[in-house]
């Protein structure tokens, strides 16, 4: 595949360097190289130690730009740059990750999870009753998962999968948000304009507030009637969001835009290729793939390996084909949190996902199929073995508590 590359320049925080500059505690911000020739797994990455910045300074890199809000910036060590690390995410202001445990990343990653879905029901419960909705009161939940996808992704899509049929709304929204994340990375976008994105997937289904209770959690298939009041959420989340004060237009357009498909097959206005932002695109593509993977009042969910097959056949008519190859480059064929069966019979959990090598992520083997029995955990990198994934598999046939392991894995 080609390499995707669609990006635009906020240049508040950047600056260009000489390699000789780099330091530990800097925040990369481009390389400057097509992702396949550097060894890293995104282009925006924080230096975290001497190995990391050994191994920009072997590539051949001679100039790098970094992001100094987010880092150290020249001139200025890494002590005096620190943040203070906090481990709980707090409605009244954005956290700032520092250096955590895998033990506090899991706890940070649970609680924000938590209280985006406490945040997504009340801006529900006020759009029921007619309130406007606060811009300030998603800004800093938006910044926290943002902070989280960056530093341990990892960590938050694994929970982001394990949503129940009766909060699958506001849980939806929260997933949406943090996939939108993944896929902004792996598009090499600004992280002001992948926030912007965030929003919008966080604030793209809360027309759905407005929606009968009875056609939204309809267990069969909608008449016609009840389909025009659905397709109608989007009308009413792009009135609402436009309502919001400071609200920028990309986030409306990737709310706004969510269910028009790149053949003009979709609604509300039937836009068509270019038509349709690539900040709609996104969120079209991320709301379709968590849809089908969840469980839902009338589907069971669909295997990821699965969906993203129903994606690739749907790309050229529904998505744009290159928009789909990087978004499954971003989160990988088995995707972090998922369950896999390996050639050897064992079972194994997803731990990270690498897009240069989306066949072959780090996975942590927990279970031996043939003894029927546990095993101490291993972690195997795939890249440098010869054990392979054979299949996908469900936690719930396995009798395999999925959070125990989410959380055993940080």
Avoid at 383 to 398: M, Q, Y
Wanted: hydrophobic share 40%.
């Amino acid at each position: 595949m080609q390499h995707v590359k669609y990006r635009t320049r906020d240049r508040c925080m950047i600056r260009e360097i000489a390699i000789e500059q780099l330091r530990v505690g800097m925040y990369v911000y481009d390389l400057n190289l097509a992702w396949q020739a550097h060894p890293f797994a995104w282009q925006c990455f924080l230096i975290e130690d001497a190995d990391m910045l050994r191994k920009i300074v072997d590539s051949g890199i001679a100039r790098l730009e970094i992001d100094n809000e987010l880092g150290v910036d020249v001139g200025v060590t890494d002590a005096k740059q620190e943040p203070e690390v906090q481990n709980e995410p707090s409605s009244a202001g954005p956290t700032i990750i520092a250096k955590l445990s895998p033990a506090e990343q899991f706890d940070f990653a649970r609680n924000l999870y938590a209280n985006a879905n406490r945040l997504m029901q009340g801006i529900m419960q006020e759009v029921r009753m007619g309130k406007p909705v606060d811009l300030a009161q998603c800004q800093p939940l938006v910044d926290n998962i943002l902070d989280s996808m960056f530093r341990f992704p990892s960590t938050l899509l694994p929970l982001a999968q394990m949503k129940t049929r009766d909060e699958y709304t506001f849980q939806h929204s929260v997933s949406v948000a943090a996939l939108s994340v993944s896929f902004g990375r792996v598009l090499e976008l600004p992280r002001r304009e992948i926030k912007e994105v965030a929003l919008g997937g966080l604030l793209h289904d809360i027309g759905k507030a407005t929606v009968p209770g009875k056609i939204l959690n309809k267990p069969g298939k909608l008449d016609d009637a009840e389909f025009t009041i659905m397709k109608n959420h989007v009308v009413r989340s792009a009135e609402l969001i436009r309502a919001m004060d400071g609200i920028s237009e990309i986030a409306l357009n990737a709310a706004a835009q969510h269910h028009e498909r790149f053949d003009g097959t979709g609604y509300p206005q039937g836009l068509k290729g270019e038509q349709i932002s690539l900040h709609g695109q996104m969120i079209g593509i991320v709301d379709v793939y968590d849809a089908i993977t969840s469980l839902r009042v009338y589907h069971k969910p669909m295997p990821p390996t699965e969906a993203l097959q129903k994606m690739y056949e749907w790309s050229g008519a529904h998505f744009d084909p290159k928009l789909v190859q990087a978004f499954i480059k971003g989160i990988g064929i088995y995707p972090a949190g998922s369950l896999v069966r390996m050639d050897s019979d064992k079972l194994g959990i997803v731990r990270e996902v690498l897009p240069e090598k989306i066949l072959q992520p780090i996975v942590q083997l927990i279970y031996d199929c043939k003894r029927l029995c546990n095993i101490p955990p291993e972690l195997v990198d795939l890249s440098a073995s010869d054990d392979r994934i054979k299949s996908h598999e469900s936690f719930e046939a396995w009798g395999i508590d999925q959070m125990h392991w989410a959380e055993a894995g940080a």
